[in-house]
């Protein structure tokens, strides 16, 4: 068998590129890799994480380091969070030796919570989505949650002699924030504006009540997203957010979808 530590190989990514072009992003997409998250509640949950992960690669050079990529995510043992993901993005671009570096994690995020009036406690899972991004000018980070929600239609229940048709909805909420803003604190955000929040585990009663608040609560997917982003423009910590909302219809077989982006 050959000895590879003794081997000498050819850096072919480290040759010369003659063509001049410089390379915005290059990197490996689509990597799983377990970690640990935390967020406000300060408690470690583990997740898996779904990561794109790129750096920008000068014009004379003909290939990035794509090992390197890996190397960083095994090496990374500290919990990720909203605060230190700028931390693993300068390690990436460092590690890469690059001057940009973009981290983009998907990754499903539980909570525990009680039922409105048994108190029962169960799990429910929400998408996060963190994409930083260092360059030149400065670090970026858009934080993503996706809520999923019910909603309840203001025209069904004025119309009807009785009952009003209803759905589950996937409320989306992107932000760039000038301060620190919680997952959580999104979730909670999106929660009280729903129709009606949605939970693991109900008991009798606490179908009852989720039945009758979403009643109380009507909301076109218009609403929806509307009332949404009046919570996000008159808090402070957020300088940009998207929000928008899929509710998927039960009396058609198909979406209704609306969408909100605001620059403060
Ligand atoms: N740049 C580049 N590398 C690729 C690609 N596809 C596969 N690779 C391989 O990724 C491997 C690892 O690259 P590097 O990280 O540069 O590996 P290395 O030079 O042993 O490691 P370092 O010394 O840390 O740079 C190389 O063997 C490449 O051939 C590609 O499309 N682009």
Redesign the pocket.
Known sequence: MRDCAVEI?E????RADPRAIAIQQ?GIRAVRHPMQFQDRDGAVQPTIAQCNMYVSLPAHL???????FI?VLNAHESPFSVESFGAAVEQMRQRLEADSARLEMRLPFFVQKAAPVSGVKSMLDYEVELIGEITPAGYLLTIGVMVPVTSLCPCSKSISEYGAHNQRAHVWVHVRAHETIWIKDIIDLIEAEASCQLYGVLKRPDEKYVTEYAYDHPKFVEDMVRDVALRLREDPRVRWFSVSSENFESIHNHSAYAMIEMEK
Request: hydrophobic content about 30%.
């Open positions: 190989l850096d072919v990514q480290g290059v003909k290939g990035t380091h794509m090992s390197r190397e």
